[in-house]
């Protein structure tokens, strides 16, 4: 079971490649009780999964940038988390309480395209059948390109910019998705949004 979670988890790893890097934090197991590595260095962009057992070593955000997603997973072998605010993403097994922390960085790249980012909405993030992407009025073109969670592109349009562009998900299974919105030279924006 151990060889099929950590075949799982790499398969996701190298799915990801294609948005950013990927980062992977294990416990339990011959990690114990600890996160391993304890501290990861990233970039806003950045998928984080977590591998191990949830049950047993629940893990809730202490603390996050203004902006970002909080989590608590209480089930299930691994986690993914897409990094979408710089600054220090804190957290613990709540029953144990050792802890970890994610530190998300803006990247060159991603610098110039910090106030540009704030301007794009998604919404909602929790989506029946339509997901909304209002686009700012700007000189250069975006897609949005969403993937599932094994990193297969599901659905893919030019984005209209100086308007309120919809996506139509009704045609999806339920689950976790990750939009990512990218100029000509880089991804602008990835947010996680679930199906129901």
């Known amino acids: ?16 490649g294609a948005f950013a890097t990927s980062h992977l934090i294990q416990f339990g197991g011959s990690a114990g009780m600890a ?7 990233a970039n806003v962009g950045d998928t984080i999964i977590w591998g191990g057992d949830f049950s047993f070593h629940p893990l809730e955000s202490t603390s996050v940038p203004s902006g970002a997603n909080t989590f608590n997973v209480t089930s299930g072998t691994s986690f ?11 957290f613990h097994c709540s ?3 050792f802890t970890g922390q994610v530190k998300a960085s803006a990247s060159s790249t ?11 909405l998604i919404y909602p993030t ?8 209002n686009m700012p ?3 250069k073109s975006h897609v949005a390109d969403i993937k599932n969670i094994v990193g297969q592109t599901v659905l893919y349009m030019d984005l209209s910019n100086g308007s309120i562009n919809t996506l139509d998900f009704s045609g999806l299974y339920n689950g976790i998705y990750f939009v990512a919105i990218r100029n000509e030279m880089d991804i602008v924006k990835v947010v996680r949004v679930v199906k129901e």
């Open 95 to 97: 029953v144990h309480l």
């Open 1 to 16: 079971m151990k060889s099929k979670i950590t075949l799982f988890l790499s398969f996701i790893l190298l799915s990801f």
């Open 110 to 120: 991603e610098t110039s395209n910090i106030d540009h980012q704030s301007e794009i």
């Open 80 to 90: 993914i988390y897409v990094l979408s605010v710089a600054g220090d993403y804190n």
């Open 35 to 41: 996160y391993s590595p304890n501290v990861v260095l």
């Open 137 to 139: 009025s700007s000189g």
């Open 126 to 133: 929790g989506v029946h059948n339509f997901l909304k992407i």
